[in-house]
C-alpha cells in the first residue's frame, strides 16, 4: 500500500511536470485562457479533471484550482508538500502577462522536478523495504497461525 | 428580491466580481434592458448608464439617480478580482488588449480599462492598479440598419462610412448590415468579411461568432484593421468588407489598396458631426480616395442607432475645402449593390 502511494507521487509529479511543459506552450504560442489550458493537458490527473469541472459550473479559477488541490489532489498521491507547491502554482497562474507567466512556469517546473526527484529517492529506496516488511509481517502471521 | 432576466445584461455583467454582480442582478428588468454601460471606478459608487441618463446602485439592486449615502462603491479588491474575471485570469491571453485600453469578453461585450501606466520604452506595455472599468453591454438589435438602407435606397455600392459620437450605436448597425447583406435580406448575396479587431461585431468567442453576421460572412476575428483588410482582399475575395473604428494612417491605406480592387467598404469612424468628421485628416483623405460614396452621421443624443443625417461624400469635401472626390468607377456599376 506505502510502496504504490510512493509510486503514484512520482507519476502525479511527472504528469504536473509534463502539464508545465504543455501550459508553458499553450500560452507562449496560442494564448488561450488557463481554463483551457488545463482542459486540453489535463490527462490524468484527478485534480485537474475537477478543477475544470468547477470552472464550467461557474465557479472562478483561483477558487476552482483552490478547491480542486483540496479536496482531489490527495487522490492523486501529492504529499502535503506537493499541495502546498499545487495552491502558490495556481495564485499566480493566469496573473501576469506571457513573459511573467513564463518565468512562473519554469520556476515551478524547477520546483516540481525537485520534488520529483526527492520522491524518486523516496521510492526507490522505501519501497522496497515496505514490500520487504509486508512479506515478512505476513510470513510472521502465516507462523503464528500454525 | 427582484431577478428579472435580461440575457445580455447578466452575461455582461457575470463578468464582474461576485458581490457586485449580486446586486447587478436584482436590478429591474427594465434597467437591465436598457442599459448600455455598467462603470466601476475605484471606492466610488457602481454606476449604470443608460440611454436616459446615469443611475447610481444601491447594494440591495435599487436604482437612484443621484448619488446619495450608502450606495454600493467599488473597493479596490473587487476591482482586482473583477479585473481577473475580465481577463478569464489570463491577464496573458488579453496582453494586446489591456495595452490598448480594453478587453473583449464573451458575447461582444467589451470592458474599457484604465489604471496606471507601465511604460516600456515610451509605450504602454501593462496597466496595473486599474481604477476604472467600463463595461460596455452588445446588443444584438435585428434590423438596426433598416432605417438607413430605406434611405440609402438599399444602395450600398459606393460604400458607406457610419459617423458617431461613442455609444451612437455604430457598432450595432455594422452588425446587421453585415447579417443583412450576408443573407441576402434585401437582394443578393453578398461575400462579407468581417474586420473584427476588437471582437465587438461578430462577438466571437472560442472561435464561434455569438452574433448572427450571416451565413455567407468570414469574420477575422482580433486582426488588426489594416492587416485584415489585406489578408481578406488576398485570401477570401469578400465583395464587401465591414470594419469598425477605422482612422489611422496604417488602416487608410489598407483601404486605398482594397478599393483598387473593387471591394466595397463599410467601415464606422468617431465623429460626434460632420465638421468634426472633416477635420479628420485619414476621413478626409479616404472620401477623397472614393472610398465611402455615403457619410451617415447617428444622431447619439436621440439614442443609438438614429440617423442624423446622410450625405453625399462629394458633397462634404466640396462644402469643406472644394475638394473632388476621386472617381473610383463604382458610379458605372450601381448594380453591385444589395438591391
Known amino acids: 500500500m506505502e510502496s504504490r502511494k510512493l509510486s503514484a507521487r512520482v507519476e502525479s509529479l511527472e504528469s504536473f511536470l509534463r502539464f508545465l511543459s504543455a501550459a508553458k506552450t499553450e500560452v507562449r504560442y496560442s494564448a488561450v485562457p488557463v481554463t483551457q489550458v488545463i482542459e486540453r493537458h489535463k490527462t490524468g490527473l484527478r485534480f485537474l479533471h475537477d478543477c475544470v469541472e468547477r470552472c464550467s ?19 492523486d498521491g501529492f504529499g502535503l508538500h506537493d499541495m502546498e507547491l ?17 518565468s512562473h512556469l519554469e520556476l515551478y517546473s524547477g520546483l516540481f522536478g525537485t520534488n520529483l526527484k ?13 514490500l520487504m516488511l509486508g512479506i515478512f509481517a505476513g510470513l510472521s502471521t502465516a507462523l503464528l497461525l500454525c | 428580491m427582484n431577478q428579472e432576466k435580461d440575457e445580455r445584461f447578466d452575461s455582461a455583467a457575470k463578468c464582474i466580481c461576485d458581490r457586485i454582480e449580486k446586486a447587478l442582478d436584482c436590478l429591474p428588468g427594465d434597467v437591465k434592458r436598457h442599459a448600455q454601460e455598467i462603470r466601476l471606478r475605484v471606492n466610488r459608487p457602481v454606476c449604470i448608464c443608460c440611454s436616459e441618463g446615469t443611475y447610481f446602485l444601491s447594494p440591495e439592486g435599487r436604482i437612484h439617480c443621484r448619488p446619495v449615502p450608502g450606495l ?7 476591482m482586482e478580482e473583477s479585473f481577473r474575471n475580465l481577463c478569464s485570469y489570463s491577464i496573458y491571453s488579453h496582453e494586446n488588449e489591456i495595452r490598448n485600453g480594453y478587453i473583449t469578453l464573451s458575447g461582444g461585450h467589451r470592458a474599457g480599462i484604465c489604471g496606471t501606466a507601465v511604460l516600456q520604452s515610451e509605450s504602454i506595455g501593462s496597466v496595473r492598479n486599474v481604477s476604472s472599468i467600463n463595461l460596455r453591454i452588445a446588443r444584438e438589435i435585428t434590423g438596426a440598419a433598416d432605417r438607413l438602407l430605406e434611405r440609402l435606397g438599399n444602395q450600398l455600392s459606393e460604400g458607406l462610412l457610419l459617423a458617431g459620437a461613442p455609444s451612437s450605436g455604430k ?9 443583412q447583406l450576408a ?62 473604428e477605422i482612422g489611422s494612417e496604417e488602416e487608410t491605406r489598407a483601404v486605398e489598396q482594397g478599393l483598387n480592387t473593387g471591394v466595397i467598404f463599410i467601415a ?35 439614442g443609438p442607432g438614429k440617423i442624423a443625417g446622410i450625405y453625399k461624400a462629394g458633397d462634404l469635401l466640396a462644402e469643406t475645402d472644394g475638394g473632388a472626390v476621386a472617381d473610383s468607377g463604382r458610379n ?7 438591391a
Not at chain 1, 57 to 64: L, T, V, Y
Not at chain 1, 122 to 129: A, I, V
Not at chain 2, 277 to 295: D, E, H, I, T
Open chain 1, 86 to 102: 499545487l495552491l502558490s502554482f495556481g495564485e499566480g497562474f493566469g496573473a501576469s502577462d506571457t513573459d511573467g507567466q513564463m
Open chain 2, 332 to 338: 458605372a456599376r450601381r448594380g453591385y449593390g444589395i
Open chain 1, 118 to 130: 526527492s520522491a524518486r529517492d523516496d521510492r526507490n529506496r522505501k519501497s522496497k523495504l515496505y
Open chain 2, 72 to 78: 454600493l462603491t467599488a473597493e479596490p479588491k473587487d
Open chain 2, 268 to 302: 464606422s469612424i468617431h465623429a460626434g458631426s460632420v465638421r468634426d468628421l472633416m477635420r479628420r485628416k485619414q476621413a478626409r483623405r479616404l472620401l477623397q480616395a472614393g472610398a465611402f460614396g455615403n457619410v451617415a452621421l447617428l444622431d447619439a443624443a436621440h
Open chain 1, 57 to 75: 459550473q461557474g465557479e472562478n479559477f483561483n477558487a476552482a484550482w483552490k478547491d480542486a488541490v483540496s479536496g482531489s489532489a490527495k487522490y
Open chain 2, 171 to 179: 457598432t450595432t448597425i455594422l452588425r446587421d448590415l453585415a447579417r
Open chain 2, 183 to 244: 443573407c441576402g435580406v434585401r437582394g443578393n448575396l453578398k461575400k462579407v468579411a468581417v474586420i473584427d479587431e476588437r471582437g465587438e461585431i461578430a462577438g466571437t468567442y472560442m472561435g464561434i461568432p455569438q452574433n448572427d453576421v450571416g451565413c455567407c460572412c468570414d469574420v477575422l476575428d482580433g486582426y488588426p484593421k489594416a492587416a485584415g483588410i489585406l489578408i481578406a482582399v488576398r485570401t477570401l475575395s469578400p465583395e464587401v468588407i465591414l470594419c469598425d
